[in-house]
C-alpha cells in the first residue's frame, strides 16, 4: 500500500479545511472529507455509475444496539456539488427544502431489521456517518456562493445539536481511479469502526482491539492535559479541537518544539521524500532546509502542530509540502528531537517523551494493527487506517463492539 504522503498533498489541505469549517455554526463543510482520490472521473464515467456500482454492505457488530437503534448517512461531493445518497442508492443534490419542519435534513439510511445491510455506493467524495441511539441532525444552508451546502455534525462543539448523539464516520473516495478509504481519529474518537475493501486485495483496517475503546479513554484520562477531552463515554476529542474550546493547553507542545529549535540550530536534520533529501538547520528563526528545493519553516506553536496546519501547511508541490508532512509527524510522534534522520519508521520510537500527543498515542494503541488516523499527517510512513484499491468489488463497513 502506497503511504497518502507519498500521494498528492491538497486531500490534507482539504482535510484541515473541513475540520475547521464544521466548528462555528453557521459554517459549511463544502468541501471534500479526508479520503480525496485526487482524480475526477470524466462526465460520461461519472453518469454511468451514479446508481452506485460498488456494494456497500453495514454491519452491526456493537453487542450494545439492535440494528433499529442504528442510522447510517452517506454524504459528500460528487462534481463540486454536495449530495446524498438515497435508500435506492441514487445520488441526490442537497437542497434547502430538504429541512424539515424542525430546521434539519433527515437523510438517514436505516440498516435491516436483522443481520447484514446492503446498499450501494456511486462515484462520489463524502463521509459514511453512523449514529447510535439517536439520528443526525443534519442541515442544508446557503453557502458564500450562493449554492445549497451541508454542516455537519461537529461533535467537538457543545453547542452543535449532534454533541451528545453517539456517531462517528468513516471517509472516502470512490471514482475511476479506484476507492480510497479511511477510518478518521483526526477529530474525535467515539463508534469503533472497521473498513474492508476487497477487489485487486481484500485488506482490513481500523478494527479497534477487544476492549481498546475502553483502555484509549481510560489512557487519557489518566494524563492531567487530556482529561478534559473526555466526554462520559460517549466520545474523546483531538486534542486540536480541545485546544480552541479551552479544554486543552495552548502552550502544552512549547518544551518540546523549543528542544527542538535549539538542537537543529547546531547540527543537520535531514528529511526524506520521493522528491529527494532535504537538509537543514535553524537559521535566524527559520528552520531552513537545502535539497531539490530551498524551504523553510517558522517555528511552529502547538496549534500548528496538532492541527499540521500554520507553519506546517503543506502546499501541493512537491516539496515544502511533502516535508511539511514529515515535520508534523515528528512533532506529533516526538520524535523530531531523538532522530536526525526524518520519517522514523519504528512505532516503538513513537510517543516516547512525556510531552506528546498522547490522543494519537492512545488511537494507535486501541487498533488491532496499531494503525490509526490520530492527526491529519499520520500516514507518513504509513501508520494511518488507510486503505486503496484500483479495482474494487466491495467494501464492507463494520460497527464493532465496544
Same mark, same amino acid.
Not at 475540520?19 to 479526508?34: K, R, S
Not at 461531493?77 to 435508500?87: A, L, S
Not at 456517531?167 to 470512490?174: K, L, Q, R, S, V
Not at 485487486?200 to 481500523?206: E, F, K, L, N, S
Given at each position: 500500500m502506497t503511504p497518502r504522503h507519498r500521494l498528492p498533498? &491538497?486531500?490534507? /489541505?482539504?482535510?484541515?479545511?473541513?475540520?475547521?469549517?464544521?466548528?462555528?455554526?453557521?459554517?459549511?463543510?463544502?468541501?471534500?472529507?479526508?479520503?480525496l482520490a485526487g482524480t475526477s472521473p470524466d462526465d460520461g464515467a461519472s453518469r454511468a455509475q451514479a446508481a452506485g456500482a460498488l456494494p456497500l454492505t =453495514?454491519?452491526?457488530?456493537? +453487542?450494545?444496539f439492535g440494528n433499529a437503534d442504528v442510522h447510517v448517512y452517506?454524504?459528500?461531493?460528487?462534481? &463540486?456539488?454536495?449530495?446524498?445518497? #438515497?435508500?435506492? +442508492? #441514487?445520488?441526490?443534490?442537497?437542497?434547502?427544502?430538504?429541512?424539515g419542519p424542525d430546521g434539519y435534513a433527515d437523510y438517514a439510511l436505516g440498516l435491516s431489521g436483522s443481520g447484514e445491510t446492503r446498499l450501494s455506493l456511486p462515484y462520489m467524495s463524502g463521509r459514511i456517518y453512523?449514529?447510535? +441511539?439517536?439520528?443526525?441532525?443534519?442541515?442544508?444552508? #446557503?453557502?458564500?456562493?450562493?449554492?445549497?451546502?451541508?454542516?455537519?455534525?461537529?461533535?467537538?462543539v457543545t453547542s452543535d445539536p449532534n454533541y451528545r448523539v453517539l456517531?462517528?464516520?468513516?471517509?472516502?473516495?470512490?471514482n475511476a481511479s479506484g476507492m480510497f478509504c479511511n477510518t478518521t481519529m483526526v477529530d474525535m474518537f467515539s463508534v469503533p469502526l472497521s473498513?474492508?475493501?476487497? &477487489?485487486?486485495?481484500?485488506? #482490513?483496517?481500523?478494527?479497534?482491539?477487544? &476492549?481498546?475503546?475502553?483502555?484509549?479513554?481510560?489512557?487519557?484520562?489518566?494524563?492531567?492535559?487530556f482529561a478534559p477531552l473526555v466526554v462520559d463515554d460517549t466520545r474523546v476529542i483531538a486534542p486540536g479541537h480541545g485546544l480552541d474550546a479551552?479544554?486543552?493547553?495552548?502552550?502544552?507542545?512549547?518544551?518540546?518544539?523549543?528542544?527542538?529549535?535549539?538542537?537543529?540550530?547546531?547540527?543537520?536534520?535531514?528529511?526524506? %521524500?520521493?522528491?529527494? %533529501?532535504?537538509?537543514?538547520?535553524?537559521?535566524?528563526?527559520?528552520?531552513?532546509?537545502?535539497?531539490?528545493?530551498?524551504?523553510?519553516?517558522? /517555528?511552529?506553536?502547538?496549534?500548528? =502542530?496538532?492541527?499540521?496546519?500554520?507553519?506546517?501547511?503543506?502546499?501541493?508541490?512537491? %516539496?515544502?509540502?511533502?516535508?511539511?508532512?514529515?515535520?508534523?509527524? +515528528?512533532?506529533?510522534?516526538? %520524535?523530531?528531537?531523538?532522530?536526525?534522520?526524518?520519517p522514523t519508521t519504528d512505532a516503538a520510537s513513537f510517543y516516547r517523551t512525556g510531552v506528546t500527543n498522547h490522543y494519537a498515542r492512545a488511537m494507535h494503541a486501541a487498533t488491532e494493527d496499531g494503525r490509526a488516523y490520530g492527526f491529519a499527517f499520520d500516514d507518513v510512513?504509513?501508520?494511518?487506517?488507510y486503505i486503496q484499491d484500483t479495482a474494487p468489488t466491495g467494501i464492507r463497513l463494520t460497527l464493532t463492539a465496544f
Open positions: 498533498l &491538497g486531500r490534507r /489541505k482539504l482535510l484541515v479545511a473541513l475540520g475547521g469549517a464544521a466548528v462555528a455554526a453557521p459554517a459549511v463543510a463544502a468541501v471534500a472529507p479526508h479520503a =453495514v454491519v452491526n457488530s456493537t +453487542g450494545s452517506i454524504v459528500g461531493n460528487q462534481d &463540486g456539488r454536495q449530495v446524498r445518497v #438515497t435508500p435506492d +442508492g #441514487t445520488l441526490a443534490p442537497v437542497a434547502l427544502s430538504d429541512n453512523v449514529a447510535l +441511539g439517536q439520528k443526525l441532525k443534519f442541515k442544508v444552508v #446557503t453557502d458564500g456562493a450562493g449554492r445549497p451546502a451541508l454542516q455537519y455534525p461537529a461533535g467537538w456517531h462517528d464516520c468513516a471517509e472516502f473516495t470512490y473498513i474492508r475493501l476487497t &477487489g485487486a486485495q481484500d485488506q #482490513t483496517t481500523g478494527t479497534v482491539r477487544a &476492549g481498546g475503546r475502553a483502555a484509549a479513554f481510560a489512557a487519557l484520562r489518566q494524563v492531567e492535559e479551552g479544554l486543552f493547553p495552548r502552550d502544552y507542545l512549547a518544551p518540546y518544539i523549543d528542544e527542538v529549535w535549539s538542537l537543529y540550530t547546531g547540527r543537520d536534520l535531514t528529511v526524506t %521524500t520521493d522528491a529527494g %533529501t532535504f537538509t537543514g538547520r535553524v537559521r535566524g528563526d527559520r528552520l531552513t532546509f537545502d535539497g531539490p528545493a530551498p524551504v523553510s519553516f517558522a /517555528k511552529p506553536s502547538t496549534r500548528d =502542530v496538532l492541527f499540521c496546519d500554520g507553519a506546517l501547511a503543506a502546499p501541493n508541490d512537491g %516539496t515544502t509540502g511533502p516535508v511539511a508532512a514529515v515535520l508534523g509527524a +515528528g512533532f506529533n510522534r516526538s %520524535t523530531l528531537h531523538s532522530f536526525a534522520a526524518q510512513a504509513g501508520f494511518a487506517s
